[in-house]
């Protein structure tokens, strides 16, 4: 009697046991009903919707998964092919580089005068050595010969350099400049556009074949600028002072830096400038450049700019910046193009 006794007793808490787990299956499907009833009516979902608008329904809310968009890598830049000008030009002047000027400024006195012929001669000349006075009379040749060739409207037959490009129906200037690899800017002035929108279709417009490069020599405070490897014009700068020396290095105008009288943080001071400040310090154009080989690798901050000061043209007492005339930083900000346009700066 008592192994039956104990036999049912094993049995009723086996029964005890199932109730417990049936009961709670019934509260989980309860509350789980009452869940997606909540949510339906919160979407306003009706329970009595038929079959085909609920798989409708359903198909619309699917989420599709997220687009990436990727980017591709910009192509590697070639290293500009820039004229090895003499950085130390001998004290004599060259009897073979005189003969060549000679030739040069026959081609420009000619009637009608030979630009890109002249141009080519003297640009060829750089690399040879010469004497300093050799060197600046070229050199202010070929600026001379840029206000004809470049600086102007007028598309000589034989430049490779510049040329005529009708407007098609739905371009738009800074598609064309960045097919030239030239600021949109620099067409604007050239062709006397004056805005951007202004530009129409079947209109022929001059346009360059960028990019310009330039290269800054530290130790005479000098920048040579260059559309390809054609000398255009020098400047002089303002470089970094001592413990912020200006790096050397290649460089290339950074992808959106270019700026009109950002606000500017004094890195030392930690003192704000807007445009408007009376003591601004930026003048009138900001230039950012990336180092992209030797000792520029790495760094940051480093930009062409303006200055509330032209007296600081020529000496180091920049942060490491080069500083140019306000109107040689936007003549610059109007010729280099960001991802394309280098910068080399040497001893």
């Not at 509350?31 to 409708?56: C, H, L, M, W």
């Not at 260059?226 to 105008?253: D, H």
């Amino acid at each position: 009697m008592a192994r039956y006794s104990g036999l049912y007793s094993r049995q009723k808490d086996a029964a005890g046991k199932w109730v417990y787990i049936i009961s709670a299956v019934v509260i989980i499907i309860f509350v789980v009903a009452f869940v997606y009833n909540r949510i339906s009516k919160s979407r306003g979902e009706d329970s009595t919707v038929s079959p085909e608008v609920q798989s409708k329904v359903v198909e619309s809310e699917k989420v599709s998964p997220p687009v990436v968009s990727i980017k591709p890598e910009p192509e590697p830049q070639p290293e500009p092919n820039l004229p090895e000008i003499k950085h130390e030009p001998v004290v004599e002047p060259n009897s073979r580089v005189g003969e060549l000027i000679t030739k040069a400024m026959e081609c420009i006195n000619s009637k009608p005068a030979r630009i890109i012929e002249a141009r080519t001669m003297l640009n060829e000349m750089l690399p040879l050595p010469m004497s300093r006075q050799q060197l600046q009379f070229i050199k202010a040749r070929l600026s001379e010969l840029a206000d004809k060739w470049l600086f102007s409207k007028v598309v000589y037959p034989e430049d490779r350099l510049c040329e005529r490009y009708e407007v098609k129906d739905g371009d738009q200037l800074r598609a064309i400049s960045g097919q030239f690899k030239v600021p949109y800017e620099i067409l604007m002035e050239i062709n006397g556009i004056p805005r951007a929108e202004a530009l129409q279709s079947g209109q022929t417009i001059k346009v360059i074949n960028g990019p310009f490069h330039a290269r800054v020599y530290r130790s005479t405070y000098t920048m040579d600028l260059f559309l390809q490897n054609t000398f255009v014009r020098s400047f002089p700068v303002g470089l970094g002072k001592p413990g912020r020396e200006t790096p050397t290095g290649l460089w290339v105008v950074k992808p959106g830096g270019k700026l009109i009288k950002p606000t500017w943080t004094d890195p030392d001071t930690g003192k704000t400038y807007e445009a408007e400040d009376p003591d601004y310090p930026l003048g009138s154009r900001w230039v950012a450049l990336e180092g992209i080989k030797g000792d520029a690798v790495g760094k940051s901050g480093i930009a062409f700019h303006g200055t509330k000061d032209p007296n600081l043209i020529g000496t180091s007492g920049s942060r490491g910046c080069i500083r140019l005339q306000n109107g040689d930083a936007i003549l610059m900000y109007n010729l280099l193009m960001p991802g394309s346009s280098q910068v080399e700066i040497v001893e």
